[in-house]
């Protein structure tokens, strides 16, 4: 009897009880909202949408993290900025000048896709100035000092658009082609909405196949299994390195419009939540994994917007949507505790770890 006890893996134990306590928890919650019936069923689909929208954003801001971690096994913590920074720029100077001369409203398509490439150049800009400058030097560094790096790199690029456009939230431009709702499975959806969805689908589509059928994206995928034989077979290294954090880039820029155009604000701090609920979805759908990061993203925005009503409503907790963040980060936290290498991730061996 001693020796079995001995042979109990205790930290198991109280991981395995945490892992119950959840369980009961999340089932306690749900059964208690199902039986009050609070919501219609075009509540719960309105739920879902907020959520896919939301979740498409996070996929694409995701991409970002799972494509430099790919190729250099590192948290590039300063991507939300990326996101932040392509936004912010193309609505100061794109944006509002075209809402101040009624030109946006005359041409919105024309406008929309200017702004998109002001944000995504800028974001791009951005990624590569910074891997020039800040990582590329510390390649072969150990890994936390990159790490520490990318957090500083962050602050640096918040203050540094706070001290360029201000630190005052700016209002982005109503589109009035995008203002409405659309019929939509019994209920109605906003436009805004529905252009979110369908752009990330056709950018997700798009990247998937540039990295799987270009020349380009084939020296990426050499160059994330294993750098000095990528060289000998005569690809440029940093090139590809500096070609992946503009691929990131440019989807985190792209994200920056459709975050705007649902939420029609931007301010320099808008990159931190958004940022950490996209490498959440990163973690979430195997970090490394194009794929999982889509499914992580779209996984993510539904669980934030269902998971308060389903779980908390049920249970009397008040104003239970504010705790979506605390939610959030709670699924980050036991992703790692439990699954750390994500639903589409793989465990690593020690020498690729």
């Known amino acids: 009897m001693q020796r079995r006890l001995q042979n109990i893996n205790y930290l198991d134990v109280v991981l395995w009880l945490i892992r119950v306590a959840i369980i009961v928890f999340v089932l306690w919650g749900t059964i208690a909202t199902l ?3 609070p919501y219609s069923s075009r509540n719960w689909i309105d739920f879902i949408v907020l959520g896919i929208a939301q979740g498409s954003m996070y996929a694409l801001i995701a991409i970002g993290y799972t494509l430099v971690y790919g190729v250099l096994f590192m948290i590039n913590f300063a991507h939300g900025e990326f996101f932040m920074s392509g936004i912010m720029t193309a609505t100061v100077f794109i944006a509002g000048p075209l809402d101040a001369s009624g030109y946006m409203n005359k041409h919105p398509i024309l406008s929309l896709l200017l702004i998109l490439l002001v944000a995504m150049l800028t974001s791009v800009g951005v990624a590569l100035l ?3 400058v800040a990582y590329r030097p510390l390649r072969k560094a150990p890994r936390l000092v990159p790490l520490i790096t990318a957090i500083g790199a962050s602050f640096f690029l918040q203050y540094t658009f706070r001290g360029l456009y201000g630190s005052e939230v700016k209002p982005f431009p109503v589109i009035n082609i995008l ?8 209920t109605e959806i906003l436009r805004s909405q529905m252009v979110v969805i369908v752009v990330t689908i056709f950018m997700l589509i798009g990247l998937y196949l540039f990295i799987m059928r270009s020349k380009t994206g084939k020296a990426i995928r050499a160059v994330a299994e294993d750098k000095d034989v990528a060289a000998l077979m005569g690809i440029d290294v940093d090139r590809t390195i500096a070609i992946t954090f503009a691929l990131g880039a440019s989807m985190a820029g792209a994200a920056g419009v459709l975050y705007a155009l649902v939420f029609r604000q931007v301010h320099f701090f808008m990159g931190f939540l958004p940022g950490l609920k996209a490498f959440t979805a990163a973690v979430l759908g195997g970090i490394g994994s194009i794929p999982g990061a889509a499914i992580g993203g779209l996984f993510l925005g539904i669980f934030e917007s269902v998971g308060p009503p389903l779980f908390l409503d049920g249970l009397n907790v ?8 605390v939610i959030t980060f709670t699924l980050l936290v036991l992703i790692l505790i439990f699954r750390p290498q994500g639903i589409l991730g793989e465990r690593l061996g020690e020498k690729k770890a």
């Open 130 to 132: 910074t891997e020039r």
């Open 318 to 325: 008040p104003a239970y949507h504010q705790l979506k963040d």
């Open 179 to 186: 203002s409405g709702k659309i019929p939509f499975l019994g």
């Open 35 to 37: 039986r009050e019936n």
